[in-house]
């Protein structure tokens, strides 16, 4: 790529950008004077649509003005309301529309996913997770371990560098060593310490391979890098819809489950959101699981968190992920070479250089001491 460090090139380039419009369709944060901050923190929570407020808004006022009634009545009846963002979501993670679902948050349907796909006996009973996990990750994989009876310091295996950087060689390795005990193999779509971007499709086929579940927490991955799930034959995935989705904080989950286990028979926590449609509110006393995805349901969809997500779905769904992640590439590299050009020697670059092995983070080591470090810090936030 052809680049120039200087700011003329920088703004001749935003000129030329096909998708330069949807900046103004995100309200950007104004810590002092008219000029809006530089927002480098969509990794953690992603800006508002200016179209949130209107989709909100909706829903209240169709509340205020329904009540009950607006379940069936409202402009966008809340009965059926999730599955307004199921076929714009598909697209997004690269699944079919049956495999998807929006509900919960991630770290629920984490523990939803592992009742039905990890069950451990003698034989087969380790999980494999990144070194570096997400505590969240690690808490919910420890605890399940321990609720069948098994000790987490033989039943957890761990990949990767404490960096977050994991190679598949090492992945390979492991798996075949463990190939015969190995239960569940839960690793990250983009790890969120290095911001590298895992061989996902790579995985899964080693997993599958040895006997094991394959499923991916996508947090730092739905959004931000291509995402092919059904073609990469993961058994589910997981994520969250507040970082690079821009539903806002603590926004309602998102869950895959792969097609061919819609009708399984798979061990699952039950709710009556997950029951057959046509019989739900026959309020019969055994379940009967809707096929694929919504299966996984428990309670009625959270209407004014659903709305967030929906309004940004539009958006998603106008720009196109292949036209986000090309500009997510050359912005992404165009800030890989001023680091060079400018700080060569006093900051080291832990995300991997080849585009198709990271997003759009790049996480960067500072050549000081942690004191010094704070204070770059402290400085890059002001």
Not at 204 to 209: N, V
Not at 342 to 348: D, I, N, Q, S, T
Request: proline content about 6%; aromatic content about 8%.
């Amino acid at each position: 790529m052809n680049f120039r460090a200087d700011r003329d090139f920088a703004i001749e380039q935003d000129r030329a950008d096909p998708l330069a419009a949807y900046r103004d369709q995100f309200h950007l944060p104004h810590s002092a004077g008219d000029e809006p901050d530089i927002y480098l923190c969509g990794n953690s929570l992603g800006l508002q649509p200016k179209t949130t407020q209107a989709w909100v808004a909706q829903e209240l006022a169709d509340w205020a003005r329904l009540g009950v009634k607006g379940h069936l009545e409202a402009r966008h009846p809340w009965l059926p309301y999730h599955e307004l963002v199921t076929d714009k979501l598909a697209e997004v993670v690269g699944a079919e529309p049956a495999e998807v679902v929006a509900m919960n948050t991630l770290t629920v349907n984490l523990h939803l996913m592992m009742v039905s796909f990890y069950r451990p006996d003698a034989r087969r009973y380790k999980i494999m997770i990144e070194r570096s996990a997400f505590p969240s990750d690690r808490y919910a994989v420890e605890s399940q371990i321990r609720w069948h009876g098994y000790d987490p310091a033989t039943a957890l295996v761990e990949v990767g560098r404490p960096d977050g950087t994991i190679d598949l060689a090492e992945i390979e390795s492991v798996i075949a060593r463990e190939r015969d005990s190995l239960a569940l193999v839960l690793l990250p779509g983009v790890q969120y310490l290095s911001g590298e971007c895992l061989p996902m499709a790579a995985i899964a086929k080693l997993a599958h391979d040895a006997g094991a579940s394959v499923g991916f927490d996508l947090a730092h991955a739905t959004g931000n890098v291509p995402l092919a799930l059904h073609d990469w034959n993961a058994d589910f995935a997981v994520w969250c819809h507040y970082k690079y989705m821009n539903s806002g904080p603590g926004a309602v989950g998102g869950c895959f489950v792969h097609a061919r286990h819609a009708q399984a028979d798979l061990p699952r926590f039950s709710g009556w959101w997950g029951h057959d449609k046509t019989t739900r509110f026959a309020m019969r006393p055994q379940f009967h699981a809707i096929p694929g995805a919504e299966g996984w349901q428990l309670s009625n969809p959270p209407i004014l968190s659903l709305a967030p997500l929906a309004a940004s779905l539009e958006i998603f769904a106008a720009a196109g992920m292949p036209a986000l992640r090309q500009k997510s590439v050359r912005l992404t590299a165009y800030l890989e070479y001023l680091l060079r050009q400018k700080l060569e020697g006093k900051v080291a670059i832990v995300t991997p250089e080849d585009p198709d092995a990271r997003g759009c983070q790049l996480s960067l080591r500072l050549a000081l001491n942690r004191e010094q470090a704070q204070t770059v810090f402290e400085r890059l936030a002001a």
